[in-house]
């Protein structure tokens, strides 16, 4: 702490640093408090929200992390704010990750906190084990043609998950289609 001007008032203690401030009023104890912290971040006693971290901001400290979105702790010093509600990475907490990653045409998903999944179209889960993930496309597939349980009848073929008449044998009549 030094003496200079402050509010257009000179010979008054100032903080020679400009992340320091002297919060208490307390000329014994100097310029105690860190300003930049999430418990002073722009100025004496602005705390951060919870969920929200203090980060330099241009010139200024200012609370980070967008309404929705929480600071989960990484290597990193200020930790990255995430999306907790629909993050599957991080589904209801920080670093929780949703199940189902590897599993063949298969997305975890993330909604309201809570984990769930999806198949990638155009496939689906028709036989309900998870751990072949989402086994049949159901675009060709002749016994789950555009659903699961959807089967084409013998003649036809599944072609853009819509059962087809299949070509004419060679010989055989238009009209027989």
């Known amino acids: 702490m030094t003496y200079g001007c402050k509010d257009w008032e000179c010979d008054q203690p100032v903080c020679v640093s400009t992340t320091r401030r002297n919060c208490n009023g307390d000329l014994a104890d100097g310029c105690e408090v860190t300003l930049g912290t999430d418990q002073n971040c722009s100025e004496c006693g602005h705390a951060c929200p919870p969920g929200k971290f203090c980060a330099k ?20 010093v200020d930790g990255p704010c995430r999306r907790l509600d629909d993050d599957p990475n991080n589904c209801g907490g920080c670093a929780r990750q949703c199940p ?31 751990e072949n993930g989402c086994e049949v496309n159901t675009l060709v597939d002749n016994r789950n043609c ?32």
């Open 57 to 76: 901001s241009g010139s200024s400290y200012k609370c980070l992390c967008g309404d929705g979105e929480t600071r989960c702790p990484d290597s990193s």
């Open 100 to 130: 189902g990653r590897g599993r063949p045409n298969f997305e975890p998903t993330c909604s309201l906190g809570v984990c769930g999944g999806r198949c990638v179209a155009p496939y689906a889960d028709c036989d309900r084990l998870d």
């Open 146 to 177: 555009g659903a699961c349980g959807n089967a084409c009848a013998p003649n036809q073929v599944c072609s853009g998950g819509t059962c087809l008449v299949g070509p004419c044998e060679p010989g055989q009549p238009e009209a027989a289609k």
